[in-house]
């Protein structure tokens, strides 16, 4: 199987930004400990406080629609919900 990339960007709201900027370090360590995960990085924009560009790579696409299932049923999940996707 092929190596699956995702990359784009996420805008979150204003009013939620600490709470996700906060909860983000753990997103990032659990994402990185999954089998399968080759690269998760998500940045804070410079320019644009609320956008967060967004580069992850998987083994293949079972391993990334594990991370999926994983993050749909996490705090991160819920946390994130008003988060607009861009990818």
């Not at 996700?20 to 320019?47: A, M, P, W, Y």
């Not at 049923?73 to 861009?86: D, Q």
Request: net charge positive; hydrophobic share 35%.
């Amino acid at each position: 199987m092929s190596k699956v990339i995702l990359k784009g960007f996420i805008l979150v709201p204003q009013p939620e930004l600490a709470a996700i900027k906060n909860e983000l370090v753990n997103h990032k360590r659990l994402t990185l400990k999954e089998e399968g995960c080759l690269l998760f990085e998500v940045t804070q924009s410079r320019d644009n406080r609320c956008r967060f560009d967004v580069h992850e790579e998987f083994v293949d696409k079972c391993s990334f629609e594990h991370h999926q299932a994983r993050v749909r049923s996490s705090y991160w999940g819920k946390l994130t919900v008003n988060v607009e996707r861009h990818y």
